[in-house]
């Protein structure tokens, strides 16, 4: 369900960041009583982030991140096929890096990963399951959050 969700959104929002000329968009939708979704887009290396903040009642309860490839297409959709997993030192592809990403911070809040000066996350439970540079990833995050 959480899948479609996001897959909807996804695709509103690549309609909105087509019109935009905008390197950011939001976008917001109210789901059922007390929930709403609030995605917002970061470009990234001629690619484009998108993050989505799902809260009921003011609670973070799910988080969706993805990225598109230069071809357009989406890293979680890609899977193994992306490609990360023989260069990860985790031995994790991207989207279990992201997936992990997401449960963290549903689990212990947004404001929980700390990066460093170079995007990185310095928590060690964070970098234990995602190793991948988060600046541009948290920015997506937390604009969606803040909305």
């Known amino acids: 369900m959480n899948k479609r969700i996001f897959a909807a959104m996804a695709v509103a929002g ?5 019109c935009s000329s905008s390197s950011s968009d939001a976008s917001s939708a109210a789901s059922g009583a007390g929930e709403t979704s609030n995605t917002a887009y970061v470009e990234s290396d001629g690619t484009e982030i998108s993050a989505t903040v799902t809260k009921k009642d003011g609670k973070v309860t799910a988080i969706q991140i993805d990225q598109t490839t230069e071809d357009g297409s989406s890293k979680k959709e890609k899977g193994a096929d992306y490609g990360m997993k023989s260069a990860s ?13 997401e449960q963290y911070m ?14 990185y996350a310095e928590n060690e439970d964070v970098k234990s399951g995602c190793t991948i540079n988060l600046s541009q990833i948290m ?9």
């Open 139 to 147: 920015e997506a995050v937390n604009e969606a959050n803040s909305k």
């Open 14 to 18: 690549l309609l909105f960041a087509g």
């Open 106 to 119: 549903v689990d212990n809040g947004i404001d929980s990963v700390k990066l460093n000066s170079d995007g």
């Open 89 to 101: 030192g985790i031995g994790k592809e991207w989207n279990e890096q992201i997936e992990y990403l």
